[in-house]
């Protein structure tokens, strides 16, 4: 069967300033910036349309110190998708920023791990270093939607459409899953956070928050078995992935950019 090809978007809505020493596990020699930009993508093609992760709210910036640049839903807006008509959201995991505008897609479906669920409301969560990812309310509102019956399970990999696949990695936290998808350069898979920057997956380094450090490295492998190449595997709040590929659109240049094009490096 000849798989379809799709057209992926990043889409940034905020950023923050930080310094090196706080992205890796045992710290870092060099005191240097190393800012973090947040994101939300879309996979557009044969007549569907999929939504990864729905970010955070401006007061969610202002509370956790955060730059705010636009709403997750006014930023897919301006590649042409209206928020309120999404039926499906792929969430890579339960943290503020990549659930935290759920109320903002009401037809939707919300595609999750069994285990992200599992460790969001279970014994990890009496521990600071595991719940300050997490919003208690955001995820209380989950749970509201499952019981709305919005709410698809899935535990491990799964197919939602031909060229369209969630993978569980783990790691960053329990249910934390990865996205593949088929595009005209081959199969991209969006890392979201089982790889923050580039410079994790490329030379083993782990993210401070991270639930299960042995998952995460061997989720590097598994990224690499997914994609077609390392120049397929976007990292999840590296501020290089919108220097490296073309924006959308003139207009869209420093908003939105095409994984599904060829990097320039």
């Known amino acids: 069967m000849t798989l379809p090809n799709y057209e992926i978007y990043a889409i940034k809505y905020a950023w923050r300033d930080a310094k090196r020493t706080v992205h890796f596990v045992g710290g870092d020699p060099h005191d240097a910036p190393m800012p973090m930009d947040y994101f939300v993508w879309l996979v557009r093609g044969n007549g569907v349309e999929y939504v990864i992760d729905t970010g955070f709210t401006q007061s969610m910036a202002e509370k956790r110190k955060r730059v705010f640049i ?12 209206d928020a309120t008509e999404v039926k499906d959201v792929i969430i890579t995991h339960l943290h503020y920023d990549h659930v935290g505008t759920f109320q903002d897609f ?35 509102g989950m749970v509201r939607l499952v019981y709305g019956e919005r709410v698809s399970f899935y535990s491990g990999d799964h197919e939602l459409a ?13 249910g934390l899953q990865c996205v ?25 380094r782990v993210f401070t928050t991270t639930y299960h450090l042995g998952q995460t490295l061997d989720g590097y492998a598994r990224l690499r078995e ?6 397929h595997i976007v990292p999840g709040h ?17 908003i939105a950019v095409r994984l599904d094009a060829v990097p320039n490096y």
Do not use: C
């Open 106 to 140: 009401p037809k939707a479906q919300f595609h999750l791990q069994d285990l992200e669920m599992q460790y969001a409301t279970g014994r990890h969560m009496r521990h600071k270093q595991f719940n300050h990812g997490y919003e208690v309310e955001e995820v209380i």
């Open 162 to 174: 031909p060229g369209i696949s969630i993978h569980h990695i783990g790691g960053h936290t329990m």
């Open 180 to 204: 593949r998808v088929h595009t005209a350069r081959g199969w991209v898979v969006v890392a979201s956070d089982t790889s923050h920057y580039y410079e994790h997956f490329e030379k083993g």
């Open 226 to 231: 997914l994609a077609d190449s390392e120049k």
């Open 70 to 81: 636009r709403q997750p839903a006014d930023g897919l807006a301006l590649v042409g998708v």
């Open 238 to 254: 590296d501020p290089l992935v919108m220097q490296r590929y073309p924006a959308a659109a003139k207009e869209l240049e420093g």
